[in-house]
C-alpha cells in the first residue's frame, strides 16, 4: 500500500491522471489481474520523469504497460506503480527513410501512417497488438522479421527519471522476444524505424495480406494476451498443444484457443490464477507428450492473492 503523504505527492505530480487500487483487469487485455497500488498515466517525457523521481524517492516499485498485451498482473494485484504510456503517442516522418514514434502509439495507428504516406518497412507489424514500446522491449515479429530488422534507434528514460539516452541499433541486444541489454526498470519513450518510400497502394496491399493472415488464424474477437509461449527452435508451441491434445482445454474461465492454441482466452469471468494454472497444465502436458519444455512468452507481474 502507498501511504498517504506519498499519495499526496504523486498527485501533485499527476493531477488526475493517478489513480490508486485500481483494478488491472481494466488495463490488461486478458481482462484479469487484481488491484495496483496506483496507476499513472503521465501525458508527456517531463511529466513521466517527475514520476520516475518521485517513485524513486519513495522506493515505489513501477512496471510500464501501453495496451497491456503480453501481461498478465497476478490476483494479487501490482505493490508499486503501474505507468501507462498511452498519452504519449506522437509520431512523425523525419524524412524518407526514418520514421520516429513514441512508445504509446498502437500498431493501427503507425500503420495507417504509414500507408497514408507510402512508407514501407513496417508492414510486418500490422495487426500484431500492442504498442510501439511494447513492441521494442519485446522484439515483436512475425517469421523472418523483428524490431531489430527495422530500429534504427530507441530513447529511455533512467529508473530514476534523471538521465534520457539514445541508443543505436547497433549497441541494442535484441534476441527472440526480448531486449536484453536495457537497464531494470529504464522506460522506452520512443524509437526510430527504417523504411523506404514507394506508394500507398503497395504498403496497403502487403497490410491487407498480413491482416487476413491474422483474422483467419488467430482469435482476435475475444480478450486474450497474445501469443503465450516461446516457439521452441524449429517447432511452434501451437503445435505442440494441439499434439498433446490440449486445444480447448479450460481452467476455470481461462481456456486455449480451439483456433490458435498459443493463445489463451477469457471466455468470462476468468482469474489470472485460472490462467496460470492452465498455462501450467499445457507445460505439464507438452513435457509429458514431447518432452519439450515450453517457456512463456507473456510476463507474468504482482502478487499471489
Not at 489470472?272 to 510476463?299: N, Y
Request: charged residues 20%; contains cysteine.
Amino acid at each position: 500500500m502507498i501511504d498517504q503523504a506519498t499519495r499526496t505527492e504523486l498527485k501533485k505530480v499527476l493531477g488526475d491522471r493517478i489513480a490508486f487500487d485500481a483494478p488491472m483487469s481494466k488495463y490488461t487485455s486478458l481482462r484479469v489481474g487484481g488491484p495496483a497500488d496506483a496507476i499513472a498515466t503521465p501525458q508527456d517525457r517531463t511529466e513521466l520523469k517527475a514520476l520516475l523521481r518521485a517513485c524513486h524517492r519513495h522506493g515505489l516499485d513501477h512496471n510500464i504497460i501501453g495496451s497491456g498485451f503480453n501481461l498478465v498482473v497476478q490476483d494479487g494485484g501490482f505493490p508499486g506503480v503501474i505507468i501507462h504510456l498511452k498519452k504519449m503517442r506522437q509520431h512523425h516522418q523525419v524524412s524518407d527513410e526514418i520514421v520516429f514514434s513514441e512508445a504509446g502509439v498502437s500498431h493501427a495507428s503507425l500503420t495507417r501512417f504509414c500507408i497514408d504516406r507510402g512508407l514501407s518497412g513496417l508492414e510486418f507489424s500490422a495487426g500484431i497488438p500492442g504498442t510501439v514500446g511494447g513492441w521494442l522491449r519485446m522484439n515483436a515479429g512475425i517469421p523472418g522479421r523483428e524490431q531489430k530488422d527495422v530500429v534504427q534507434a530507441i530513447e529511455t528514460i533512467s529508473a530514476d527519471g534523471e538521465h534520457e539516452e539514445r541508443i543505436e541499433s547497433s549497441q541494442l541486444d535484441f534476441q527472440y522476444r526480448e531486449l536484453r541489454n536495457l537497464p531494470l526498470g529504464n522506460v522506452i519513450v520512443s524509437g526510430f524505424f527504417n523504411v523506404k518510400k514507394t506508394n500507398p497502394e503497395t504498403v496497403q496491399a502487403q497490410v491487407d495480406h498480413l491482416l487476413t493472415h491474422r483474422q483467419a488464424s488467430q482469435p482476435l474477437n475475444a480478450p486474450s494476451c497474445g501469443s503465450v509461449f516461446r516457439n521452441p527452435q524449429g517447432d511452434h508451441a501451437g503445435r505442440l498443444i494441439e499434439a498433446a491434445g490440449l486445444k480447448g482445454e479450460k481452467v476455470g474461465g481461462a481456456q486455449i484457443s480451439t483456433l490458435h492454441a498459443n493463445f489463451i482466452l477469457n471466455t468470462g469471468g476468468a482469474t489470472a490464477t485460472d490462467v496460470l494454472d492452465l498455462i501450467k497444465k499445457v507445460q505439464m502436458g507438452v513435457m509429458q507428450r514431447s518432452g519439450i519444455e515450453l517457456k512463456t512468452e507473456v510476463c507474468v507481474i504482482g502478487r499471489e492473492s
